[in-house]
């Protein structure tokens, strides 16, 4: 079954202690991307990655720190959280299309992951 | 970056009633697409829409591309239980690969 995998589902840290989460996708997109869910602000992009070893700053990216380097996987770190990062955080993936204007917008999207940062 | 402005934010419905909800860009954009968020789960693409002028129906939902490419609109007939999400609208900009979300519409359907 085609689809993207988010771990973990729930999460509840204290502030300061480093975290990860985990996204996989078993579809060969080479675009994947982090968005976090705040009620009244819809999803706001936090990083991107248009294909392996190339990742780029969304709109929120201070905080996080983002890794590709396979094609399926790009977690999302946490260097030090802080209560403000509490949020719902989606992984989602696409293919690339023909390059240009339509990357990345037939979005498949995780199941998500809730953090909650004491 | 881009600003997109959805209404409204929350809806409350009878089943059987129509649905309709909008979302303006202070820009252009070359894409407009419409996903749905169930309850617990990643939001899913319902429509996109790549022209000014187009609509396109999926079931009983229809979306539009407004003429001046600032706008869109969903509709949803004869609104069921399983309507229930939020629906969000996403625009692409012409030159760029990369997607702004509205702010989401929160719709509730009473049985």
């Known amino acids: 079954e085609a689809q993207v995998t988010q771990n973990p589902r729930y999460l509840i840290t204290v502030t300061g202690k480093k975290l990860t989460v985990t996204c996989s996708q078993n579809m060969n997109h080479e675009y994947m991307s982090w968005y976090r869910q705040d009620p009244g602000l819809g999803l706001r992009q936090i990083y991107y990655?248009?294909?392996?070893?190339?990742?780029d700053k969304g709109d929120v990216p201070e905080g996080y720190k983002v890794s590709r380097k396979e094609k399926r996987n790009f977690p999302l770190i946490l260097e030090s959280p802080s209560p403000n990062q509490t949020s719902l955080y989606f992984c989602a993936s696409s293919f690339a299309g023909t390059g240009g204007p339509y990357a990345g917008e037939k979005l498949f999207f995780g199941s998500g992951t809730q953090l909650s940062v004491l | 970056g881009q600003q997109l402005n959805q209404s409204p934010q929350s809806m409350f419905i009878q089943e059987g009633e129509d649905v309709s909800m909008n979302c303006t860009s202070s820009?252009?954009?070359?894409?407009w697409l419409w996903y749905k968020q169930d309850p617990g789960e990643g939001p899913v693409l319902l429509i996109a829409l790549y022209k000014a002028g187009e609509l396109t129906s999926n079931g009983r939902l229809t979306a539009q591309f407004g003429i001046t490419r600032k706008d869109s609109f969903l509709n949803i007939s004869a609104s069921i239980p399983s309507d229930v999400g939020i629906y969000f609208c996403a625009g692409q900009e012409t030159s760029g690969s990369r997607l702004t979300f509205g702010e989401g519409t929160q719709l509730t359907v009473n049985p």
């Open positions: 820009s252009i954009f070359n894409t």
């Open positions: 990655s248009m294909n392996v070893e190339v990742t």
